[in-house]
């Protein structure tokens, strides 16, 4: 129980482009879904924390109109990269929980962004 | 803001050998501490996690100690096997949902 997954697992696109990464949570309903982004050989650094129906709250330096989030049902929420460039490029996972504080969060196998 | 350290940032041991891990954090309302394991490409998987009220947690291979009053916790992994070799992240959280997470250690196990 309490798999996330995410779609897709790599892309590469063009400088400019955007890009979309989908987050599922597969049996069980998410109230709250997290995105990270890794730099290599980096820790998991928080980006955003959205909630169902709601607009995401972004971290201290994260463009929010950059990243766009959308939570838009209790078990998908996507990340769309704006106007990608280069330094973008970077390992990007969600993860989930299913209460709002103090729980565990199940993250997804992360979405590896190569932007040219 | 909180501030997570882990150390050590590197660790290597031998095979059957035992590794430790220490976590340490700066605020004092964290109360739910886990541990995670990354291999490469992948995201994050828990291994174990402690909560404030107990001291001390094992399962099989893997114990998890945790000293509320110096605010460190640390991660035991026993009879190591190569398959142990990964990144491995602290991540204690205080008294919001928001996981921040340690620096992370890379443990490589030696066949």
């Known amino acids: 129980g309490a798999v996330v997954s995410q779609h897709p697992s790599w892309v590469i696109c063009k400088s400019g482009t955007s890009v979309k990464i989908e987050c599922r949570s597969l049996?069980?309903?998410?109230?709250?879904m997290f995105w990270y982004r890794q730099f290599p050989k980096q820790s998991l650094m928080l980006m955003a924390t959205?909630?169902?129906?709601?607009?995401?709250?972004?971290e201290q330096g994260v463009e929010k109109d950059k990243f766009l989030i959308n939570h838009a049902s209790l078990t998908l929420s996507t990340l769309t990269v704006t106007s990608a460039h280069p330094e973008d490029s970077s390992f990007y996972i969600c993860?989930?929980?299913?209460?709002?504080?103090?729980?565990?969060?199940?993250f997804g196998p992360g979405t590896r962004l190569t932007v040219l | 803001g909180e501030n997570v350290e882990q150390h050590p940032s590197t660790l290597s041991v031998q095979e059957g050998d035992s590794a430790v891990i220490k976590c340490t954090y700066s605020?004092?309302?964290?109360?739910?501490f886990p541990w995670y394991k990354q291999e490469l490409g992948k995201g994050p998987q828990l291994i174990i996690d402690i909560r404030s009220n107990v001291g001390e947690k094992k399962d099989q291979r893997i114990a998890v100690t945790l000293n509320k009053t110096a605010k460190h916790f640390s991660l035991h992994i026993t009879e190591t096997q190569p398959e142990d070799s990964a990144v491995y992240f602290c991540a204690p959280i205080s008294g919001t949902y928001k996981y921040i997470f340690g620096t992370g250690t890379r443990l490589k196990v030696l066949a």
């Open positions: 993860s989930a929980t299913q209460r709002k504080v103090y729980n565990e969060q199940f």
């Open positions: 959205s909630n169902e129906g709601s607009k995401a709250t972004y």
């Open positions: 049996d069980f309903q998410a109230t709250t």
């Open positions: 605020d004092s309302a964290s109360n739910y």
